[in-house]
Every structure is written in structure tokens, then in C-alpha cells.
């Protein structure tokens, strides 16, 4: 029997959060202008989405202290700035290190529906 993980947004209250509802939720949170989401599950990883609204980061965490994983976008020029964490921190990433945000939602739904990237996604494990 395969068992999913459950997904929790760490800031918000303890309801579970599906990958039917995780893009209503981050757009909502896009738009009140909460640039930085991070999602635990219930075995015990987190999934991270930091975005300046045209980009974002998407990182898969393990557990505590793991470099983990990234979205990738091979090839991508430049650099965009406006990643702003919730400690007020305004990132600058390559391109090349962050993904269009469609791309990302797509990914973020993936992740939470299945637990692993989509098939044709792009990362770089960073451990």
C-alpha cells in the first residue's frame, strides 16, 4: 500500500494542505506579499518556495541541516533579484538557480501530491 505524506505550512495553522489547494494558497500568500513559503511533511522533509513573482526558488529538504535539492532552469541568463525572505533578507539568484513561477507551482503541486519532482523537471541535488 503506498502511504503519501501530508503537508502542513509551517506558519499557518496545523491544517493539512492538499495538492488541490497548495496554488490557491501560494498565490494568495504571493499577493498579501509573503514572498517565502515553507511546507513540512508529515515524515518529516520540507519543501520550500521563495519567489520575487516572475521567479522562484523551489528547494526539497530532507531534515534538518540537508543541503537538499533544487529547481533548475539549464541555460537560463542572468540574474534576478527580490527574493525576500521573512526576516526582511532581499536574495539575488542566477536564473539558471530559480524557475519560472508557473513552472514552480507545477512542481510545488507535484511534490505535494506525490512526494518526488515531476518526471521532466529539472533540479540539482545540493548534498
Known amino acids: 500500500m503506498l502511504v ?4 502542513v505550512i509551517n506558519d499557518d495553522s496545523p491544517v493539512l494542505v492538499s495538492s488541490e489547494m497548495v496554488l490557491e494558497i501560494l498565490r494568495s500568500r504571493v499577493d498579501s506579499g509573503q514572498l517565502e513559503t515553507w511546507l513540512t511533511s508529515s515524515s518529516g522533509r520540507s519543501l520550500a518556495f521563495v519567489t520575487n513573482t516572475e521567479r ?3 528547494m526539497l529538504i530532507e531534515q534538518e541541516g540537508d543541503p537538499g ?3 533548475v532552469d539549464p541555460g537560463a541568463q542572468g540574474s534576478s533579484g527580490g527574493f525576500v525572505l521573512s526576516n526582511g533578507q532581499d536574495d539575488e539568484h542566477p536564473d539558471e538557480d530559480t524557475v519560472p513561477i508557473r513552472d ?3 512542481l510545488v503541486k507535484q511534490i505535494v501530491g506525490t512526494g518526488s519532482w515531476p518526471t521532466d523537471a529539472r533540479w540539482v541535488v545540493d548534498r
Open 56 to 58: 522562484a526558488m523551489v
Open 4 to 7: 503519501i505524506e501530508s503537508w
Open 69 to 71: 535539492e533544487h529547481a
Open 104 to 106: 514552480a507551482f507545477r
